[in-house]
C-alpha cells in the first residue's frame, strides 16, 4: 500500500465546492492524516477516472489549476499529485498558472478553413479590443469561416460561467439540403426540436430501437455486418465485425462507446448531428450497447463543443426519464445508462486507445494494438467504439434491412457518407450524399467556388488526409475510387483551396498543427513532427528547399510512417507529401 | 497438447531466415536474442514493463502494415521477422538521429554504437532550431543525492515505470506537457524533496542516458575525473536489514561513487530503497542529506 504524499497547499472554497458538485459525492476518503491519504493501487484506479470531470470543474470555477486545487483532486481521487499534474498539462484547456488575464477565454481558430477565411486579422482585431485571445486548433466550426466578412470559429471558454459557441441561442441556418426526402442521416436535421423527446418521436424517433428490440441483439448484428457499413471516422473498419467480437466477450463488464472526439481539421459533421438531432445518437448508442450486450454507455466529446454536450445530457435525462435508458431499456431487458464525458482539448483523443485513457484518467497517449479495443477497451474490457455518424447509419439498416441499406452507393460502399464541406465554395456546410457522386458534383452541391480565382486543389480528410488537383473531380467519392487514387475520405473532409491562396502557408499551419497535437510518446511522431514543420517554415521564408531538405522531407515521413505508435503518426506525413507529389508546392520537385 | 504440466508450449517462427522455437508469449526481442540477433532497446529493460515508446527496436513483421515493436510483441507461430530490412535499418537509424539531434548523448554509448551502426548523421539538423531548445537547461540539483539533467532525458519513460507501478510506488515523477514540450517533472516543477520521492534511487538505476545521476557521478565528471575504466564493481549484501538485496558497489579511487544492484538479481530485480542506494556515507563522510520537514 502507497502513501500519497500532498504538499501543503489547500483549496479554497469555491475549487472545494466546484469539485464537489463535479464529483457528486461518489467517493469515499479514509483519512489518515493531515498529509498521508490511505491509499493503494486499487484505490487508485477505482475512481481515477473521475480526474478529467474534476479537473474541469477546478479550470471553470478559478480559470485554472492552483496547487492547492489539484491536491484537493487528489486527496479525493486518490491520485498521485504528479500524475494528476501530467494529465492537467496533457491538455490545451487546462492552464497550470495563474492566467495573466482574468475571465473567459476566447478561442480562435486558426486552422486551414479558418485560416484562408482571415483567422490572424479576427485574431489581432479581438486581441486590439482587450479580448482575451487563445489561438486554437480546428474548432469544429468550418462552414461559419467566410472569407467575405471575415467570420471565423470562436470558443469562449467560461470563467465562473458556462463555455459557448455562435450557434447558442440561433436556430442553425448553414444547413442547405433541409427538407431533402432522399436524406437518411440528416432527415431530421433543421425539422426536429432538438431538445424535445415527443419532437424526435413523431419525427420517427426510437422507432430503430423498437425494430432491433423485436430483432434481438443477433439479427441487429447480422444487419449490420451484411449492411457492409464501415466505420466513418475515418479509419473504415467494418462495424459488424466490431460489433460481433464485442457481442462475443462474455463474462466481463462490457461497453459501447461514442466517439464525438471530432478533432480532425475540417471536420464538424458529428457537431451538426449532435446539435441538431441528438436524440439520433442516443438512440442509436442504445442500439450499440443492446446489440453487443454491453450496459455502459459512453460518450466522450470534445471541450469545444459546449452546446451539443448540453443537448446530449438533455436528450439522456429525458430519454431516462421516459424508460428508454436505465435498469430496462425500453423494456427490452437490457439495462444500458450512458455517461458523457468531455475532453480537454487534445486531438489526440480521437484516438480510440488515446480516447480510453483520456476517458480512464490518464495522459491521452495512444496504447500498443494489439490488444484491440473489441478484447482490450476501455479498462482493459471489451468494448466498441464508433463514430456518431456511424451509429447513425445502424438506426437506418435496422429499419430498411441490410439489403434496403445497401440499395444506395455502390457494392463496396454501400450506403451515404456525410461530407464536411469548406474552404472556398458558396456554401460550406454539411452535406449527405449517396456513396459514388463524383468529387465535382459534390463541390457544385456546395454552390461551386466562391470568390476569384479557378480551384487549384482539394483537401481530403482533413490535416491527416490528403491533397487532391483538378484531376480528381472526376472522381467518386468512395472508399476503393480513394484509395485506388492515393487519397482518402478520412473523416469526410472536403476543403477547397483556390489558386489565390498560397498552399505553402496552409501547409506551414498543417505542420505545426501536427506540432502541437502530436502527443509526445513515442520518438519517429515528438520528433518527427518538429522537424516536419521546420523544414515547412524553411521552405516558406526561402520559397524552394534544397535537395537535402527535400531528402529529409522523404526521411521523416518513411520513419514516422513506419515506426510511430498510432494512426496520427501513421498519416502526419500525407497531406504535405501529397500536395508535394502533385507539383501543388512551388518550389519544391515531386 | 500433452498432459505432462511440466511441458511448455513453443511457437515456432522464422527471423531473417533462421528457424527459431521459442516458449509462448516470449517476445519477439528475446526471440532475437536467442537466435543471437543484437536488437537495439532504449525503452525496454528486463525489470520493467515494456512501454514501447522509443520504437527502436522495431522489426518488420510480414503482413503487417507497420513497423512492430519487438520489445513488446509476443511471438506467435509462423511469424516472418526482418531486423535488418531496409525499412528497419532506415526506422533505427533515423529514430536514433532524431533523438541525437535534439538530446546530450555523450553519456550513453550504447546508443552512440548503434548511432554509427545504423549511421545516423545529426549533422543535417544543425541548420535548425531544435538543437537550441533542448540544449542548455541546467541540470536540477536539490540535494546531495542525485541530480537530473533534462538535456540528456530521451523520454523513455523508465524512470517513471520504476517511481510508480513497476518497483517503488511513489510516483513522485510523471511525464507532464505534451508533445516535443514533454518532460518528466514532478507537479509543478517542485524540487524533489517537496516531492513526494522517497530518495530510493531507482530511477537512477533505470535511466539509460545519465539525465539522472549519482551526485557523487555528476560532481566526478564536472572535475573531468569520472574514470570507468580505474573503477572496481564488489558485490555484497545490504546490512540494513533481513532482505538481503545484493549490491554492487562502484568504487573508484577506494571510494564508493554510486551503488547499483543487478537487475536480474531474485530479491531486488535491481531495486533498492534509499538506506542500499545512498546509505554508504557513514563509510566515507560526506555532506548530510537535508530534507525539508
Redesign the interface.
Known sequence: M?D??I?EETADDIETAAVDAALDGRFVVVRESERLIRAG?SARHGHRHLLLPALHALQNAKGWIS?GG?NYVCETLQV???????VA???DLFR?EEPAQAGDVTHVCVDAACQIAGAAERIAELKAQGVNVHESPCLGQCERANHVTGEVAVFVQGVGGPDSVAADDTPYELFHQKGDESLRLLKRIGVVDPTSLYSYRAHGGYESLTAAIEMGPEAVCTAVADSGLSGRGGAAFPTGIKWRAVAAEQGRPKHVVANCDESEPGTFKDRVVMENDPFAVIEALTVAGFATGAENGWIYIRGEYPLATARLQNAIDQALEAGLLGDDAAGSGHRFHIEIRRGAG?YICGEETALFASLEGF?GEPR?KPPFPTTHGLFQEPTAINNPETLLNVLDIVQIGADGYRSRGTERSPGTKLLCLSGRVAKPGVYEVEFGTTLGEVLELAGGLTGSGELNAVLMGGAAGSFVDRSYLDMPITLEDARERGTTLGSGVVMAFTDEIDLVDVLVRISQFF??????????C??????QN?TMV?LQEKGSLTS?RRQ?VD??A??M?????CGFG?TATNAINSAIKLGLVPGVPS | MTDDPTSVVTVSLTIDGQAVEVPEGTSIHQACESAGIDTPTLCWAENLTPVNVCRVCVVEVEGQRALVPSCARPAEEGMVVETDSERVKHSRKMVLEFLGSGVDLDQAPELQKWMDHYGSDTSRYDQYELPALRMGEAPKIQDNLYIRDYDRCVLCYKCVEACGDDAQHTYAIAVSGRGFDARISTEFDVTLPDSACVYCGNCIGVCPTGAIQFKTEYDLRQADDWRPEDQDVTRTVCSYCGVGCNLELHTQDDKIVKVTSPADHSVTSGMLCIKGRFGWQYVQPVDTPTRKA
Open positions: 502507497a500519497l504524499y504538499s493501487t496547487p489539484l498521485p499529485p504528479a500524475e494528476a499534474y501530467g498539462t496533457f491538455y497550470v487534445a495522459r500498443s506540432r502541437d497535437e502530436s502527443c509526445g510518446q513515442c520518438v519517429p515528438r520528433v518527427g513532427c518538429v522537424r521546420e524553411v537535402e529529409l526521411d521523416i518513411q520513419v510512417v513506419d515506426a510511430s505508435i501513421h
